[in-house]
């Protein structure tokens, strides 16, 4: 697996790879059966349905539907977090909330970071109800078409027809109520430079988008590990019920948190100690999994992800060159 991470990859495919906004569909299958998402909707807690992706990469498969959107029951209405990876994911998720909660409208809808998996889908919303901070939105402007463009080479025509909208509600506010129920927001940052969590004050439920993963090694394109553990530290000490993950199945004793936290910890040390062994960025991927770590989904794979993400950073932080300026 190791060796053969970029075997069969064109240079413009390891070029994407590197790019790190997703992964490299020329390691994975090549051929799309269907375009049908068959998005189900399962009650985690009262009123609130997750909607599972799946915990592998992008893939042609798969149609980038890797990712944990989530709605819920208000009194008057329907409120979502996050919308899936493309016009048609949104499309879907929209049946799927009309058959869970007929005749009701959907008032808000939230992005919880600027990951492609977690917005592509806001252009089937009305714009004047997708909410995200400043800083997501701006990431949005600002690298939302380059995402998409990346999906359509990744997925292909699962795409067709998608475009970028960015979130039209700048949220600052520590609570909203959305149709007769308060929700929390949490502006905390670490796996993005904005990743928003929320919280259902009634039920407890906890939706920390990418911060948190379960069972399924986390992505790091654009990750600050130390501010990433802080926002850990601050989701740890919320009144809550449950927190559903980005990625992963929903977690009721914060073991996703813990999880997260503990591989992060351990790839933010390892790099440290290979760069300042010495080790060049392939060596550094040959390093050996913890053993705790080696039941994560993707775990290889994304572990040399974050490498080639880390390393060259790393690189430059750890061992300045000499030079005068
Ligand atoms: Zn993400």
Redesign the pocket.
């Known amino acids: 697996m190791t060796s053969s991470l970029l075997e069969g990859c064109s240079r413009r495919q390891v070029l994407q790879l590197l790019a790190g906004s997703a992964a490299c569909a020329c390691c994975g299958s090549v051929h799309a059966n269907k375009l049908a998402y068959d998005l189900a909707a399962t009650e985690i807690a009262s009123g609130t349905w997750a909607v599972h992706g799946s915990t592998e990469h992008f893939t042609l498969e798969n149609g980038g539907n890797i990712?944990n959107v989530a709605f819920i029951e208000v009194p008057d209405g329907v409120v979502v977090v996050d919308t899936g990876p493309s016009r048609r994911y949104g499309e879907a998720l929209l049946q799927l909330i009309e058959k869970t909660v007929p005749g009701k409208p959907v008032l808000r809808v939230y992005n919880?970071?600027?990951?492609p998996?977690?917005f592509l889908g806001n252009q089937v919303f009305k714009e004047n109800i997708v909410a995200a901070p400043q800083q997501i939105i701006d990431n949005i402007l600002s690298e939302g078409d380059g995402f998409a463009d990346n999906m359509y080479r990744l997925v292909g025509d699962w795409m067709r027809g998608t475009a970028s909208i960015a979130p039209t509600v700048a949220l600052q506010d520590s609570t909203e109520e959305v149709g007769g129920r308060k929700f929390s927001l949490f502006y905390l940052s670490g796996?993005?430079s904005s990743?928003l969590v929320i919280r259902d004050d009634e039920t407890g439920v906890v939706f920390s988008?990418?911060l948190a993963f379960y069972n399924r090694a986390p992505?790091t394109?654009?990750a600050d590990i130390n501010i990433w553990q802080e926002s850990l530290q601050s989701i740890a000490v919320l009144d809550r019920e449950l927190i559903l993950p980005?990625?992963g199945l929903q977690d009721n004793t914060g073991e996703s948190l813990e999880q997260t936290s503990d591989y992060l910890n351990w790839l933010h040390t390892s790099m440290q100690d290979a760069t300042g062994l010495g080790l060049t960025m392939n060596e550094a991927m040959e390093l050996p999994l913890p053993a705790r770590f080696r039941s994560l989904d993707v775990v290889e794979t994304e572990y040399k992800r974050s490498v080639v993400h880390m390393y060259l950073a790393l690189e430059d932080e750890l061992m300045p060159l000499l030079e005068p300026k």
């Open positions: 990712v919880t970071h600027h990951h998996d977690h796996h993005t990743d988008g990418d992505t394109p654009h980005g990625h």
